[in-house]
């Protein structure tokens, strides 16, 4: 009797502890399944771990990759039209198309950052393109179910460029992150931010460019040469129209030509020129946005060199420009050079401090809404300085919130304010 009394009792302890090791074993499994949601499993792949316990606070790998930024136009108002709950329904909706895309491309996403997507291609730029063609895509699908629900539409824009980046973990012992950083991934942001200058979905980089086959260039065009904030060096920037309809590809095919010959004309200044054929390719595709971009900087352009003055009292009056649009400032510096005004540029709030404080500047045209620090704190350091040095300079607000309780705030503290886009003549009327 007591021989199988303790035989039982040995039964149940081993069926206890196989009970228990699955329970392990698949609290493990789900732990891990948890965990490769927050980071991806190429990221610990490109690193060399096999699991997120190896990870170690300053792990990196350097390599050459594609970067892919993409963003939702004018979020923050579709997102003032939404309870939290509901946007955030949303986000995940339009995020669960995007997400697959982006894996079947051999891609993956690093981070979500709000309604703005950052993935990686390790493989080749080829992917990445095949990925934004799709992405958009499905979002016309997606946009059309929407509008039978009576809901309001959206785009997106995509940037992106090839280069060497730094995959990594940064942070503390207590917390601790993946990241990617790297000019490669700036360039690439700055990409997307340009999307919305030139009125199109899809840009790309050089670099991007010419890592494609022949055969994969055909439906990519070059549309300008920027100097992307924060650096010297040029990047050519390339449109993907491959996500238009068959009409409109075969027009801009046909308009390539004359438009890169009219571009080369504008950056030799030869705008009169140069405006013609812009015109002539936007008659011949009249849903192309770029020789309307054009067109409208020929005009700006020929209408301040007219009435530019032909003496050089100018030349001593210092403008600090302060902008995070490197288009914006890029544009206002041109203009205000061609006058001959001695042009100092910030791309944020601690940089426009600094210079300030070096070079005193006569005017300073800040934006309002900037990363680190917004126009009204920056024009409350620089009359902070001024006051110390027995100055007066002009502060002239620019900005696209042209909302009368912000024009009341800034004429209630004694600045100027202009609205965006910015009309240089009303610019040059408040300097005189």
């Known amino acids: 009797m007591l021989y199988f009394v303790t035989e039982s009792k040995k039964e149940f302890v081993r069926q206890s502890i196989i009970e228990t090791q699955q329970n392990t074993i698949t609290t493990t499994e789900q732990i891990a399944k948890s965990y490769a949601r927050f980071i991806p499993s190429e990221f610990l792949s490109f690193l060399g771990k096999e699991s997120i316990t190896d990870l170690k606070l300053g792990d990196y790998m350097e390599d050459e990759m594609t970067v892919f930024f993409s963003d939702i ?126 009125h199109v979905p899809i840009l790309v980089s050089d670099s991007f460019y010419e890592k494609l086959s022949p055969e994969d260039q055909k439906n990519l065009r070059e549309i300008d040469i920027v100097t992307v904030k924060g650096k010297t060096v040029a990047v050519r920037v390339y449109e993907v129209f491959a996500i238009d309809t068959k009409d409109v590809i075969e027009k801009k095919k046909k308009t390539m030509p004359d438009l890169l010959e009219a571009i080369q004309l504008f950056r030799s200044e030869k705008f009169v020129e140069s405006r013609k054929i812009f015109t002539k390719c936007q008659e011949l595709c009249p849903e192309d946005s770029i020789p309307v ?109 042209d909302e009368s309780s912000i024009k009341d705030k800034i004429n209630n503290l004694g600045y100027e304010f202009l609205p965006k886009p910015l009309k240089i003549n009303d610019l040059l009327k408040v300097i005189k």
């Not at 709950?85 to 982006?102: C, G, K, T």
């Not at 095949?130 to 979002?139: N, S, Y």
């Open 73 to 198: 136009r004018d979020f923050t108002s579709l997102s003032e039209k939404m309870h939290s709950r509901d946007l955030l329904r949303f986000l995940n909706s339009y995020l669960s198309v995007v997400s697959p895309i982006i894996k079947s491309n051999s891609g993956f996403i690093d981070k979500f950052i709000g309604d703005a997507i950052m993935a990686i291609f390790p493989q080749s730029p080829i992917n990445a393109l095949m990925a934004a063609v799709e992405i958009w895509q499905a979002l016309e699908e997606y946009n059309t179910s929407r509008e039978k629900k009576i809901r309001e539409t959206f785009r997106i824009g995509i940037g992106m460029h090839t280069g060497k980046m730094t995959l990594g973990t940064i942070g503390s012992e207590e917390r601790m992150d993946t990241t990617v950083v790297g000019d490669t991934v700036n360039i690439a942001s700055r990409l997307e931010a340009l999307t919305k200058i030139f």
């Open 293 to 401: 971009v054009y067109i409208n900087r020929c005009d700006s352009l020929l209408s301040d060199l007219a009435k530019q003055s032909k003496n050089h009292i100018n030349e001593n009056i210092k403008i600090l420009i302060v902008d995070d649009n490197i288009a914006v400032i890029e544009y206002m510096q041109y203009i205000l050079k061609k006058n001959k005004f001695e042009v100092i540029t910030a791309i944020n709030g601690k940089e426009a401090v600094l210079k300030y404080g070096e070079l005193s500047p006569n005017y300073v045209l800040l934006d309002i809404s900037m990363p680190d620090m917004d126009g009204l704190q920056v024009a409350e350091i620089i009359q902070g300085f001024a006051e110390q040095r027995n100055e007066s300079p002009k502060i002239i607000f620019v900005s696209s919130k």
